[in-house]
């Protein structure tokens, strides 16, 4: 057997102690460098925009002149895609998240579905955007409509919708529903009235979130023919429409300075509906806890 | 008795609710049939993405060459001597989506790093969530921050520096994706057993070489995983990039100068007013079909990494 | 008692968690190359007893202590010691065998590698698996996965690994309790072999193996608010036939715990 020579394991020790600090700073540093960069970000808008934001930003059409437009019909065409995206992604994504959890068992369409999922959520929005244009646009000639950009938000936003609804329905402990069956339930009637309302705060807290995702959604609004300058309040679910993203986007990309300032009071107006969002979510989701 | 009695009611008794009818067939088949037709939603909704993006891209490579299309690097369809090659797009998307890797990787990583391994719970919890408020901002409110804030701040740097670049907009992404880098990482390394740790450190490891030659070898392939997910998301990227980085199709890896992006070209062709059915407008079929493919795999890719990869612990 | 020359003693200590003392006062003296067990009920301290000894507790971070921790005479809390110091002199096996997800070579060379040990690492390897009893069983497949053992050859490993950076204490902390008896037997010949150059603490609920393995044992134990007391410390043969506390008794006799 080796006889091992006495050894110099202090030899390192300064410097590893002096590396081990370092690396501490390096990763702090990185945290405070994104976390500033949000900060960044927050201020540099709120200083360019916030003069602007007012009643009659809110209440005015768009206008050629920086000072006088407003995002009244923007901010409409957004709360009716939202309406119509979420609507339409709820009963969509909770009938299939039923399906899948409750029905399917481990069969083969529900092992395609649940990779399919897993893929549909990377799939980038402009391309949702494509395919809203051909299916929703052209072949249903719903034509570049409210209609259409709800419908193309909803798939949009579908596969997450699913998943977290998914997630939920997991969470309901399996001797809820054998106290169902037990009793002489159905399997409907047992998901509909002990599954459901269990999983409900968790369900809508995912919609909440996945539907604040919706509104900020640009690229596949432009795709299906979104308006950048809407001089009307939309009038019906196949009135065409802009949408406040699009708003901001198209005032963005003006040379002029005070289009600059709408386009970043509008971006305020966007992040304030976010953030109501998601507070509405953080609430529910703490309701949640405490309940259970 | 009063059982009794109720036992005498049971022939008069409302049909049970569970055997309800809805036109001749049990309702808890219709529902059931119902809860099927929304998951096929999903799966139709691949099939039609698949289905509209290849018979649309068949029809463009009837009048232009598939072959000329993947290794042209000139991109010039609007004008009057048109040119398909996807390589100047490709090109774009792939400087700015290295680009934004470039910030998002060491920031996101040690920003995982110090989640998992360094911070207490009490940080963390108040960390994370503000980290992932970045993952929530609305691309297009990105954008607007690269052109108007981040583009002029490196052009007072650098005068060289043309008012649309691909280095705005790719440090702009990268701030955009580090949360994705940062959350999944940090589960990854979270998922790494307490015990490995205590493992090293009775050896007398410190926190520096405990996370990087333990913690980090053990999540790699989550945290690899992490970073290619990070990485389709910058491709697929459409706002930052159009806003920011310009609407010149250069064949050019040469950050400071205007180039375009697959996806702004998308944009750009939507905005624009090519009717539809002329080539200029099935062109945008053929570069979405390139953008899913390239999307599709590297999703796949993370995929498989994590389940092949995968270190499993008790 | 041959020799009575410590080489960790804890004077008067008292370990909390936040405002929960889990360890009340003890004052225990390890001797130089014997084998100390700490035995006692579950969630009596004896796990966190053991890693006051090389300061992994330092990882809670509610974590506190009063009295003290001498290691070689010197007190292990002080605010000059570093940690990372302590923990290569004063080894560690765990409960569970937990070797890192790489080769066996590199498993045991990990430890000498960080503290920057500069001889030749291929014969420091197989002097520490020869010496965990394991060299002959893995020495044709240095290079795969320590995963791909079972988990007695994990411990032994881990135990290896331990070795190799050349510590004077071994702390386990019961290492046998997710093995099967084979293995069980194994671990407890090698600690015997081990116990001539090193100084070996192990907290076991197997009382038959503190018995069978130690020289000397403490039996903690709690009563009310006094959680982690030592009820008794001496010579393992004398505490297993004749103990001098009731308590001692009732314990080892298997009345409760």
Known sequence: MAVIAPTDFRKRKERRKWQGRAFFVLCLLAITVALGMLLVLLIYIGMKGWSHVNWSFISSFPSRHPDEAGIQSALLGSVYLVIIAGIVSFVLGVGAAVYLEEYAGRNRFARIAQINIANLAGVPSIVYGILGLEIFVRSMGLGKSLLAGGFTLALLILPIIIISAQEAIRAVPPSIREGGYALGASRWQTIWNLVLPQAFSGILTGVILSVSRAIGETAPLIVIGALTFVPFSPDGPLSRFSALPIQIFNWTARPQAGFQEAAAAGIIVLLIVLLGMNALAVILRNRLENRS | ?314 | MLQADPILQTKDLSVYYGANRVVTEVSLDVLRNRITAIIGPSGTGKSTLLRCFNRMNDLIPTFHLSGEVLFEGNNLYEPTVDATDIRYQIGMVFQRPNPFPKSIFDNVAFGPRINGYNGNLADLVEWSLQRAAIWDEVKDRLKSSALSLSGGQQQRLCIARTLAVEPTVILMDEPCSSLDPIATLAIEELMRELSEEYSIVIVTHNMQQAARVSNYTAFLMAEGDRVGQLVEFGESRQIFTNPQDERTEAYITGRFG
């Open chain 2, 1 to 314: 008795m009063e059982e009794q009695a109720n036992s005498h009611d049971r022939s008069e008794a409302p049909r049970p609710r569970n055997r309800r009818m809805w036109h001749g067939v049990p309702l808890e088949r219709v529902i059931g049939f119902f809860l099927f037709l929304c998951a096929a939603v999903s799966v139709l909704t691949t099939i039609g993405i698949v289905a509209v993006l290849v018979w649309e891209a068949a029809q463009f490579f009837g009048e232009i060459s598939f072959f000329d299309f993947i290794t042209g690097t000139k991109w010039t369809p609007l004008f009057a001597s048109k040119h398909f090659g996807v390589l100047a797009l490709v090109a774009g998307t792939v400087q700015t989506a290295i680009g934004a890797m470039i910030v998002a990787l060491p920031l996101g990583l040690l920003s995982a790093i110090f989640m998992s391994e360094y911070a207490p719970n009490r940080i963390r919890g108040l960390v994370k969530p503000v980290l992932e408020v970045l993952a929530g901002i609305p691309t297009i409110v990105y954008g607007f921050f690269a052109l108007l804030f981040i583009t002029p701040l490196l052009r007072d740097v650098s005068g060289g520096i043309s008012v649309f670049n691909g280095l705005s907009a790719s440090i702009v992404m990268g701030i955009m994706i580090l949360p994705m880098v940062s959350s999944l990482s940090e589960d990854a390394m979270r998922a790494v057993p307490r015990s490995l740790r205590e493992g090293a450190y009775a050896l007398g490891a410190t926190k520096l070489e405990v996370s990087t030659q333990v913690v980090i070898p053990a999540a790699l392939s989550g945290i690899v995983a992490s970073f290619i997910l990070a990485m389709s998301r910058a491709i697929g990227e459409t706002m930052i990039v159009t806003i920011a980085a310009g609407q010149n199709p250069n064949f050019t890896l040469n950050p400071l100068v205007p180039i375009e992006t697959m996806t702004a070209f998308i944009v750009q062709v939507s905005q624009g007013d090519s009717p539809t059915g002329t080539l200029e407008f099935k062109t945008i079929f053929a570069v979405a079909l390139t953008l899913f493919v390239f999307t599709l795999f590297m999703n796949l890719l993370s995929q498989y990494i994590v389940a092949r990869f995968r270190e499993a612990y008790e």
